[in-house]
């Protein structure tokens, strides 16, 4: 297959703003001896309630600064400067249009001595390596904004796409997705292809996963975080993508187009964190494909060919709509919710043209000879909807519970159409076959963790709980009907429904330069298969354990070593 190239450009539109604010404070920074100005002084306004940071600012060279946006309030002004005492200033908004003016503010020099300070640092890589996980940031790979998550993974070393956008970890497609450590049923490909780059703000590949995760997924796991809200205040940014004209042509039935857009919304103030984000991504791609097989009859003393050429593109688009909300009603307790939806469109399109012969072997001579047209369309459609509810309580101990509920749907449907006709004309159908197929999916989780510190580690143990129901119906037509009289034995309709108790235990700690993660999982999984060809459905139970530990040794800032052991089960759907 010949895949075209396309000259992409990307236009990003970034707008931050906040809601205005007029209230202002202005001053200057001074030496209290000498009089000069103060530069590179941090000055800082606290809330009065509890000393939490609402805004940061570093003096200039005349020693001036100015915060022009304050809500009203009580606060406390702060500033820092090496060699001098910190000095604090109570102070408090009454209207939103007041301004304060600090002519001249002096800083002591310290009777202290400043004994050698020591800076050492370190490089901020995008990729950090952790017990059980490799975290890479999403904001390095620029050529995949405007675009999903499946054009993030393509950067990621152990992850692989092929042409048909399937996804492969270490050469395996068994693997789970998480959202934001929430995991989902439907296929990878589906959720992966719906969701924008752009909202992204890392990747965890999970390739040992401890018993706190779910046992699916024989490769392992891909946890894609999304961003959360920025400092206080609102913010809009809007991405354009735009693909320039193939710059080869084949004589495609359609053009392609490659273009889309998304725009997010966020919103942080108090104990309020919003954000809403809308996508719209169409990425065509045209081509040909060219082949040759052919057999040789050495006792006949024939060989027959089957040469053909031909269109072989894909039309595909995906839209959709994702929100995040954050509540901090105290120190202690914090409740999130959040929804994805999202739509998503496929169609390959193989129109080749055959010219099947038989050809005696040694002269050359044709014997036999039937050209012919194949059109061949392939539709995958689906709708996709995830929600969540999440609860988290933190103890006075620091010890935190935590609570979530999830549900999903999706809609996965289509159908395969293949037409042989005559080549002359193509209008001679020869014989038509349809495929289509529905599999909805419905799925419930909920689940409570608990961890604590014990020693120099941490505990951790929770109970798990899932239910979910795939239904499939997929049927084959065939015209004319003489052409395949046993076409019922290809149609037929399968309903599975899997429920899984799991409960797990694990304990994770540090000695000298060795990290460490053990723990236990056990899980009562019940699964029903019911099958239009059966009359007695098909029962499953099983009680497994699924032991995991993981072990990380450093031996200094470049070089460390990891092993990892995780038994996994790997459970297919009814596709």
């Known amino acids: 297959m010949k895949n075209s190239l396309s000259l992409l450009f990307v236009l990003f539109i970034s707008i931050s ?149 399937e996804i492969s970890v270490r050469g395996s497609t068994g693997f789970l997705v998480l959202i934001n450590g929430k995991p989902v049923l439907t296929d990878a490909q589906t959720i992966l292809s719906q969701l924008p ?92 494909r060219e082949g040759d097989v052919y057999t040789i009859n050495e006792v006949n003393n024939t060989i027959t060919r089957f040469p053909s050429i031909g269109e072989r593109s894909f039309d595909r688009y995906n839209y959709g709509i994702r929100t995040a909300v954050n509540y901090a009603a105290d120190k202690q307790n914090l409740f999130s919710a959040g929804f994805f939806i999202s739509k998503k469109y496929q169609q390959r399109r193989a129109d080749i043209n055959y010219n099947n012969s038989v050809e005696n072997l040694t002269n050359g001579a044709i014997l036999k000879q039937f050209p012919y047209f194949n059109s061949n369309v392939q539709n995958k459609e689906g709708e ?82 899932r239910r979910d129901q795939q239904d499939g119906k997929f049927d084959y037509t065939v015209t004319p009907f003489s052409n395949q009289p046993d076409i019922a034995k290809f149609r037929g309709t399968a309903k599975s429904v899997n429920q899984v108790n799991g409960l797990y235990a694990q304990y994770s700690g540090k000695a000298s330069s060795l990290q460490y993660t053990t723990g236990l999982r056990y899980e009562n999984a019940n699964r029903e298969v019911i099958l239009s060809s059966d009359i007695n459905p098909h029962l499953l139970k099983m009680r497994n354990l699924f032991p995991s530990f993981n072990l990380l040794y450093t031996f200094n800032n470049n070089w460390n070593a990891k092993a990892g052991y995780s038994k996994r089960i790997q459970r297919n759907n009814n596709f």
């Open 384 to 465: 996709f909807l995830v929600s969540s509810l999440d609860y988290v309580h933190t103890f006075k101990n620091n010890s935190k519970l935590s609570s979530s509920a999830i549900y999903e749907n999706a809609n996965l449907y289509g159908n395969t159409f293949n037409q042989n006709l005559d080549l002359a004309s193509k209008t001679i159908p020869f014989q038509l076959v349809t495929n289509p197929y529905t599999n909805p999916i419905n799925g419930y989780r909920f689940k409570l963790d608990y961890s604590t510190s014990i020693g120099a580690g941490k505990f951790e143990a929770g109970y798990q709980f």
């Open 17 to 165: 703003s906040m809601y205005a604010q007029n209230a202002e404070l202005r001053g200057i920074i001074i030496d209290s001896k000498s009089r000069s100005p103060v530069e590179f002084a941090s000055v800082s306004i606290l809330k009065a309630s509890d000393s939490s940071i609402v805004e940061g600012f570093l003096t200039q060279k005349n020693g001036a600064f100015i915060f022009s946006k304050i809500n009203t309030g009580n606060f406390l002004l702060k500033v820092v400067s090496l060699g001098a005492r910190n000095f604090f200033l109570p102070f408090s908004i009454q209207k939103k249009n007041q301004q304060l003016l600090l002519d001249s503010i002096p800083l002591s020099i310290s009777n202290e001595s400043l004994g050698e300070v020591v800076v050492t640092g370190k490089i901020n890589n995008s990729l950090s390596n952790k017990l059980d996980k490799q975290t890479y940031k999403a904001n390095q790979f620029e050529a995949a904004k405007g675009g999903t998550a499946t054009d993030v993974l393509k950067n990621l070393p152990s992850v692989a796409v092929n042409s048909s956008g």
């Open 197 to 288: 780059a752009n909202t992204i703000e890392g990747i965890e590949l999970i390739t040992a996963p401890s018993a706190k995760y779910d046992a699916d997924g024989r490769a392992g796991i891909i946890n894609i975080t999304t961003k959360k809200g920025i400092t206080d205040g609102f913010e809009v940014q809007a991405n354009l993508l735009g693909g320039l004209p193939s710059t080869t042509d084949y004589n495609n039935l359609e053009k392609p187009g490659r273009f889309g857009g998304d725009i997010t919304l966020s919103y942080k103030k108090n104990k309020w964190n919003f954000s809403v984000s809308a996508n719209y991504n169409r990425n065509d791609a045209n081509g040909s």
